[in-house]
Nanobody
Framework: QVQLVESGGGLVQAGGSLRLSCAAS????????MNWIRQVPGKERQFVAA????????YYADSVKGRFTISRDNAKNTVYLQMNSLKPEDTAVYYC??????????WGQGTQVTVSS
């Protein structure tokens, strides 16, 4: 079993930055491929980014490429999402999840990101 807890969401103006964190416990973190997923109420969830077990491989949705950076610190059992140049369309609940797109095994509770124009 894996427990995931996100933090770092909030309200920011367009063009601003936020850094999300996801702390994991309950299992060997470095065995997990980690992802950030976002969802707007009433819409399908959207893959945002993924990072390989050792942090070397990263993958991004086209909509965030060049603006967002996913990383992980296996010593701290934490995965991060640095979000720069935020746009109103980035507004969503952001979740961290383990697994390989589109199959996710464990989810956090989510953190709200709101970008005002």
């Amino acid at each position: 079993q894996v427990q995931l807890v996100e933090s770092g969401g909030g309200l920011v103006q367009a063009g601003g930055s936020l850094r999300l964190s996801c702390a994991a416990s309950g299992r060997t973190f470095n065995s997990l491929i980690m992802n950030w997923i976002r969802q707007v109420p009433g819409k399908e969830r959207q893959f945002v980014a993924a990072v390989s077990r050792n942090g070397v491989g990263t993958y991004y949705a086209d909509s965030v490429k060049g603006r967002f950076t996913i990383s992980r610190d296996n010593a701290k059992n934490t995965v991060y999402l640095q979000m720069n140049s935020l746009k109103p369309e980035d507004t969503a609940v952001y979740y961290c999840a383990s697994g390989v797109t589109p199959t996710y095994h464990y989810w956090g509770q989510g953190t709200q990101v709101t970008v005002s124009s």
